[in-house]
């Protein structure tokens, strides 16, 4: 079974606005963790923000905020002020417990326009 | 050279040749992984070594052979592979092997996009 789930494959936004990208998962475990990731056309992942099943606010980074809503087992990303460097593919990723494993789901691609 | 780096960042082989994925990591972390990306399908996790021990072989074919000589390098080996491994191959690397919370993020290095003819 789908431990992550991205519904949204792709996604415009304007410049300046704020987008919301989905992200649902599926887990037994009290623990764990769940990580965005940004991908450029380069290629390259680069960690955005995290948060920990026990942390109690929703984590903050920058323009990233995570919208946590534990009993729906869903960590929805929210860009805030989008910019043109904003266009790329974000992951939503999961570790459970205290394993090494990071569980990715499919991807949503944003694109921003001018 | 900081973070993650990975050559060649472009790779274009037939399906008898024999080519090596190099990743090296600056970061001092003591794991690293080798993860496949192909189109429309999520990360699939490959290999994982630990201070240079393997840990990880998730059921991957043995047309791909990984190597890390040391714990800042990580060599990832292909022989006679098939056009369906055509994909972004994405090394990673933390500062150790499992671990809660943020602690043991994973860096990835920019990946080598692999064409097999």
Same mark, same amino acid.
């Given at each position: 079974? =789908?431990?992550?789930?991205?519904?949204?494959?792709g996604m415009?936004?304007q410049?300046?606005?704020?987008?919301?990208?989905?992200?649902?998962?599926?887990?037994?475990?009290?623990?764990?963790?769940? #990580?965005?990731?940004?991908?450029?056309?380069?290629?390259?992942?680069?960690?955005l923000?995290? =948060?920990?099943?026990?942390?109690?606010?929703?984590?903050?980074?920058?323009?990233?905020?995570?919208? #946590?809503?534990?009993?729906?087992?869903?960590?929805?990303?929210?860009?805030?002020?989008?910019?043109?460097?904003?266009?790329?593919?974000?992951?939503?990723?999961?570790?459970?417990?205290?394993?090494?494993?990071?569980?990715?789901?499919?991807?949503?691609?944003?694109?921003?326009r001018? | 050279?900081?973070?993650?780096?990975?050559?060649?960042?472009?790779?274009?082989m037939?399906?008898?040749?024999?080519?090596?994925l190099?990743?090296?990591?600056?970061?001092?972390?003591?794991?690293?992984?080798?993860?496949? =990306?192909?189109?429309?399908?999520?990360?699939?996790?490959?290999?994982?070594?630990?201070?240079?021990?393997?840990?990880?072989?998730?059921?991957?074919?043995?047309? #791909?052979s990984?190597?890390?000589?040391?714990?800042?390098?990580?060599f990832?080996?292909?022989?006679?592979? =098939?056009?369906?491994?055509?994909?972004?191959?994405?090394?990673?690397?933390?500062?150790?092997?499992?671990g809660?919370?943020?602690y043991?993020?994973?860096?990835?290095?920019?990946?080598?996009?692999?064409?097999?003819?």
């Amino acid at each position: 079974a =789908q431990k992550i789930t991205q519904t949204q494959p792709g996604m415009f936004v304007q410049e300046k606005e704020a987008v919301t990208l989905d992200c649902t998962y599926d887990t037994s475990d009290p623990s764990y963790g769940l #990580f965005w990731y940004k991908q450029p056309s380069s290629g390259e992942m680069i960690f955005l923000i995290y =948060q920990g099943s026990y942390d109690q606010q929703n984590a903050t980074e920058g323009r990233y905020s995570l919208n #946590f809503q534990k009993a729906r087992k869903s960590a929805n990303l929210v860009i805030s002020a989008s910019q043109l460097g904003d266009s790329a593919m974000y992951f939503c990723a999961m570790r459970e417990g205290r394993d090494y494993k990071l569980s990715f789901g499919a991807g949503t691609t944003v694109t921003v326009r001018a | 050279e900081t973070g993650v780096t990975q050559t060649p960042r472009h790779l274009v082989m037939g399906m008898t040749n024999k080519k090596s994925l190099k990743c090296e990591q600056h970061l001092g972390h003591n794991a690293m992984y080798w993860y496949k =990306q192909s189109a429309k399908k999520p990360l699939e996790l490959m290999f994982v070594y630990s201070l240079e021990e393997r840990v990880e072989n998730n059921s991957v074919p043995s047309r #791909f052979s990984p190597e890390c000589p040391n714990s800042s390098h990580l060599f990832l080996h292909l022989h006679t592979l =098939q056009p369906e491994d055509s994909a972004l191959y994405l090394c990673a690397s933390s500062q150790e092997l499992g671990g809660s919370g943020r602690y043991n993020e994973q860096f990835f290095g920019p990946g080598t996009r692999l064409t097999v003819l």
